[in-house]
C-alpha cells in the first residue's frame, strides 16, 4: 500500500501537475528543435520507468504504456530490470529548492482563494518569508520566475511572511480580462478541434 501511495502521489502531483504542466511551454513554443526533443525525451524516460515500477500494481496498463513508449518493440515490460537509483545525478539542494518553491506557490494560491481572484488574474506583488529559502540564495532567479508564474504577480519581494497584494488596478484588471478572454478562444478551438499550428479568425464585440 506505502509503495503504490507513493507512486500515485509522484505521477499526480510531481510528473503530471507539476511538471508535465511546468513543461506545456516548451512543447508548444519551443525556443528550438533541441529544446523540444529534450523535454520530449525526458517525458518518455519517465513514463518508461514509470511503466516498469507500477507494473505488479497494474500489469496490463503498464505493459500498454511501455508498448508504446519503447524503442524495442520486442521487449515487455514485466521482463525488463528493476529501475535503480541514480543518486549520482540528484541535485539535492535543487530538489530541496524546488521543495519550498511548491510550498510557496501552494501557500499564495490558497491566499487567493480566499480572496477569490482567480490564477488569471495578474497581482501587483508576492511577498516572501526572510526565512525561505530566497534569503539564503537557493532560490535562483529562474525559480523566483517560475513561482512569479505559477502565482500571476509581477514582483516578489522578501518580507516578513508569505502575502499576496490583493489590490487591483485598472491596468492589473484589464490584464485579466485579456486573459479571460484568451481562455475562451482556446476553449473554442479546441471544441473546433483546431491544432496549435492552425491560424484562426477572431471577430468579437463588447
Given at each position: 500500500?506505502?509503495?503504490?501511495?507513493?507512486?500515485?502521489?509522484?505521477?499526480?502531483?510531481?510528473?503530471?501537475?507539476?511538471?508535465?504542466?511546468?513543461?506545456?511551454?516548451?512543447?508548444q513554443n519551443p525556443s528550438s528543435k533541441k529544446d523540444y526533443e529534450e523535454a520530449i525525451n525526458t517525458m518518455r524516460y519517465v513514463l518508461e520507468e514509470?511503466?516498469?515500477?507500477?507494473?505488479?500494481?497494474?500489469?496490463?496498463?503498464?505493459?500498454?504504456?511501455?508498448?508504446?513508449?519503447?524503442?524495442?518493440?520486442?521487449?515487455?515490460?514485466?521482463?525488463?530490470?528493476?529501475?535503480?537509483?541514480?543518486?549520482?545525478?540528484?541535485?539535492?539542494?535543487?530538489?530541496?529548492?524546488?521543495?519550498?518553491?511548491?510550498?510557496?506557490?501552494?501557500?499564495?494560491?490558497?491566499?487567493?482563494?480566499?480572496?477569490?481572484?482567480?490564477?488569471?488574474?495578474?497581482?501587483?506583488?508576492?511577498?516572501?518569508?526572510?526565512k525561505s529559502a530566497v534569503s539564503s540564495g537557493a532560490f535562483s532567479k529562474e525559480l523566483l520566475g517560475l513561482i512569479a508564474d505559477e502565482v500571476n504577480?509581477?514582483?516578489?519581494?522578501?518580507?516578513?511572511?508569505?502575502?499576496?497584494?490583493?489590490?487591483?488596478?485598472?491596468?492589473?484588471?484589464?490584464?485579466?480580462?485579456?486573459?479571460?478572454?484568451?481562455?475562451?478562444?482556446?476553449?473554442?478551438?479546441?471544441?473546433?478541434?483546431?491544432?496549435?499550428?492552425?491560424?484562426?479568425?477572431?471577430?468579437?464585440?463588447?
Open positions: 500500500t506505502g509503495a503504490a501511495r507513493a507512486l500515485e502521489h509522484f505521477v499526480v502531483e510531481d510528473f503530471s501537475q507539476w511538471s508535465i504542466r511546468r513543461s506545456r511551454p516548451r512543447l514509470i511503466s516498469k515500477l507500477v507494473s505488479p500494481f497494474v500489469p496490463f496498463l503498464a505493459d500498454r504504456l511501455y508498448e508504446e513508449l519503447s524503442e524495442n518493440k520486442n521487449s515487455n515490460v514485466h521482463w525488463e530490470d528493476w529501475p535503480k537509483t541514480q543518486n549520482a545525478k540528484r541535485v539535492k539542494k535543487l530538489e530541496a529548492a524546488m521543495e519550498e518553491a511548491r510550498e510557496v506557490v501552494t501557500e499564495a494560491l490558497a491566499q487567493r482563494a480566499v480572496a477569490g481572484l482567480k490564477v488569471r488574474q495578474p497581482l501587483a506583488s508576492l511577498e516572501i518569508s526572510k504577480v509581477k514582483t516578489i519581494v522578501v518580507g516578513k511572511e508569505i502575502k499576496i497584494d490583493t489590490a487591483i488596478t485598472p491596468e492589473l484588471q484589464r490584464e485579466g480580462q485579456v486573459r479571460e478572454l484568451i481562455r475562451y478562444i482556446q476553449e473554442m478551438r479546441k471544441d473546433a478541434g483546431y491544432k496549435p499550428q492552425h491560424r484562426i479568425r477572431l471577430w468579437f464585440s463588447g
